[in-house]
């Protein structure tokens, strides 16, 4: 299999080019903002504090627009990569400056790789306490590195220079990766670890104990009321009065951002020459609120109207859950179980839950709704309830024996004994 067929990979590299659109896209905003507010107020003399700050939404605009366009561009390269070949694992160390040095499948053979990102998401290719990372790519070539699970895509390439190649290789055995075994073999394919209930339930309750309350803050407190506050009934009510619906849509976040951008601009004019930056914020805060209305109108709104439509489905069917963390989120995933099973039941599947709709307790019973529509991989839309509640999905139903179920069992499964003892 190809590591696009990793449920986990085709994921990250939608989020990558997600964000890679994003950028696109409110550069082209904010640019095209700068120049039409230079166009507007070339004649006119009450906006004399324009010429001050056009520079700063013209610049801005381009730097977002070019880095935008070139994570467009490695995107694509990604996608060959990715859909050529499959993931591998390496033992792996890092050094500074963004360079790694792979474990070749060949004892001895060391593969010194330059990270072409941000400095910022050097830190998430780092490896882990294994120093272990997936590699998918061409030695001599353009490749990607991932931490384990492939949930994070980062471009390489190989160090050119003789000189720092040598460098890092050196770097790489004084830290003695030349005698750890290497690994490079291809990757199995998914497959699910045994989820028995009673074990589940018990590493679930484990979790409710050992939650760290949050630190009290007015914030803190206004958000556990309004989460403890019960929503309206989305058969009695339009969708958009909903909270977790309002959620899903983005429509609590694109009306904020437009209050904000509106009153940003508001003062910029009001305030003539004596506002600065404040009209340069207003700028990029109006540019974040159209990209905001653009999704929305585009995939926001139809959303939440097919989880309504789900929601209120006549038929209810009843299962028995466990609620457990992503441990890389820290998003509530609720396993669903037969509801009549023993202790050593498996999970029929799994629904990743909105943090502000975990259940109240981390096992019990539920009715699950739905399975009228299918998202575009053909994944079924279902919603929960439960303790008269609707818990609100994040994503669609993973059903138990597909390879997106397999990826998120191997997350959520327990350390078993051996485990444990290993340590």
């Known amino acids: 299999m190809s590591a696009l067929e990793r449920a986990g990979t085709a994921e990250a590299l939608d989020r990558y080019r997600r964000r890679a659109a994003l ?24 906006a004399g504090w324009v010429p001050e700050i056009l520079p700063y939404p013209l610049a801005g605009g381009a730097f977002a627009l070019l880095l935008g366009l070139g994570a467009q561009r490695f995107a694509r390269r990604m996608r060959r990569v990715l859909g050529a070949g499959d ?46 990372l997936w590699w998918c790519g061409d030695p001599r070539g353009g490749g990607v590195i991932a931490p384990p699970g492939g949930g994070e895509l980062v471009w390489t390439r190989p160090v050119r220079r003789t000189g720092a190649r040598r460098r890092a290789v050196a770097l790489a055995e004084l830290r003695g990766l030349a005698e750890r075994p290497a690994i490079g073999m291809p990757l199995p394919a998914a497959t699910s670890p045994a989820l028995p209930y009673a074990a589940l339930a018990e590493a679930a309750r484990r979790q409710a104990v050992s939650a760290k309350p949050r630190r009290w803050t007015v914030a803190a407190k206004l958000r556990r009321r309004r989460g403890n506050r019960p929503e309206p009934d989305v058969r009695a009510v339009a969708w958009w009065r909903v909270r977790g619906l309002r959620e899903i849509s983005g429509l609590s976040w694109t009306a904020g951002t437009c209050a904000v951008s509106a009153a940003l601009l508001g003062v910029t004019w009001l305030g003539g020459e004596d506002v600065g930056m404040l009209g340069v914020f207003g700028l990029f805060m109006a540019a974040g609120a159209c990209i905001n209305v653009f999704r929305l109108l585009t995939s926001g709104v139809s959303a939440a109207r097919l989880l309504a439509r789900t929601a209120t489905a006549p038929v209810a069917v009843p299962k028995r859950y466990v609620v457990l963390a992503d441990p890389y989120s820290g998003s509530p995933v609720l396993l669903v179980f037969a509801p009549h099973g023993g202790p050593e039941e498996q999970p029929e599947g799994a629904l990743p839950l909105l943090r502000s709709s975990a259940p109240g307790e981390p096992a019990g ?28 999905p994040r994503e669609p139903y993973l059903e138990a024996g597909t390879a997106e179920f397999a990826e998120v069992a191997q997350w959520l499964a327990p350390p078993q004994e051996e485990d444990v003892a290993a340590f």
């Open 23 to 46: 950028w696109v896209k409110a550069g082209a905003a904010v640019l095209a903002a700068g120049v039409a507010l230079g166009v507007l107020s070339a004649d006119s003399p009450a």
């Open 365 to 392: 019973e539920v009715e699950l709704h739905g399975w009228l529509d299918v998202d575009a991989h053909g994944r079924p839309l279902v919603v929960a309830r439960s303790g008269g509640r609707v818990l609100w």
């Open 87 to 132: 993931w591998s694992a390496h033992a792996v160390v890092a050094l500074p400056k963004g360079v790694v040095v792979l474990a070749g499948p060949e004892p001895g053979v060391l593969l010194p790789r330059q990270v072409v990102a941000a400095k910022e998401r050097y830190a998430r290719v780092e490896p882990g306490p294994d120093g272990v």
